[in-house]
């Protein structure tokens, strides 16, 4: 009798073994609570070695946006946006939750070898756990980022509530390009350290911290091309749900669902697809 006989005879399972897809995420389903507790533990894990713990999730993006605010807001001289502190805010924010969600996801399988090669669950649990992770994150980050619009002269309105939305749509959005990212990662781990460019090449091509039509108007080619944009999408729709005096084309809302649903089906099924490799990872 060989191995594999007698290892279904015995009710044994490989490690890492790939079940049909409709399985796979009800097996997924089944453990989300382990997916929620990983990334409770992480996010406890990283404050402990932080005095200020928590604090530092909302300190380090705002920083940044001082940052950039005072450089680009001076640098655009009177083509910067209206509410140049608020606009770039929204944008520093919520592009720090799209970069780490990318950054950690891709990380993901990589970073957990010793769960991966002994254990059998569905591995898809570990770049998920790596969003929700920043998801949880992003919590403390709108509030602050909220108490900064307001201070800068914008009323609170019911508008504000379109970040429900906005905000499901971006993590299903984040959760495909990181699950894409994590399974390209294990292939090819070189493309860990090409990562952090290609953020920094979307930081600065995304409208973060400068208004497309304002920088871009003798170009309407490039004003079309932003509008094609995710992440310029999502930032706009952010930045029309928050700011009273920012107008966003309600078409974006339907540019940004496109895109979340195809990137997370496409991040989904290009990861499952690779289920029994990851065991071999080495």
């Known amino acids: ?129 790596a969003v929700i992770q920043q998801l949880m994150n992003l919590v403390p980050i709108l509030a602050v980022m909220a108490l900064i619009v307001l201070l800068t002269g914008n009323p609170i309105s019911w508008s504000w509530l379109q970040m429900v939305p906005l905000v499901f749509l971006m993590t299903m959005f984040n959760t495909g390009v990181a699950l894409i990212a994590a399974r390209l990662t294990v292939h090819l781990t070189d493309i860990k350290e090409i990562i952090p460019i290609i953020t920094r090449v979307l930081f600065y091509t995304s409208g973060v911290f400068f208004q497309v039509d304002r920088i871009l108007g003798k170009f309407p080619w490039l004003v079309t091309f932003f509008d094609y944009h995710p992440l310029y999408e999502f930032l706009s729709l952010a930045r029309g749900a928050m700011l009273s005096d920012y107008a966003v084309d309600p078409v974006f809302w339907i540019y940004a669902s496109i895109w979340s649903v195809s990137l997370l089906v496409i991040g989904v099924v290009f990861f499952w697809k690779a289920e029994e490799r990851y065991g071999r990872i080495y």
């Not at 044994?12 to 533990?41: D, F, H, I, N």
């Open 1 to 129: 009798m060989s191995l594999a006989e007698e290892a279904a005879q015995n009710n044994l399972e490989r490690v890492g073994q790939r079940p049909p897809l409709r399985e796979y995420l009800a097996e997924v389903w089944r453990r989300r609570e382990l997916t929620t507790s990983m990334a409770k533990y992480r996010i406890q894990a990283s404050n402990e070695e932080n005095r200020l713990g928590m604090a530092w999730v909302a300190l380090k993006p705002t920083m940044n946006a001082l940052i950039y605010g005072l450089v680009f807001g001076v640098l655009q001289g009177d083509r910067r946006p209206e509410n140049v502190v608020a606009y770039i805010v929204i944008g520093v924010f919520l592009f720090e939750f799209f970069a780490s969600s990318f950054s950690h996801g891709a990380d993901s399988i990589m970073r957990n070898k010793a769960l991966v090669q002994t254990l059998a669950f569905p591995r898809i649990t570990l770049p998920l756990g």
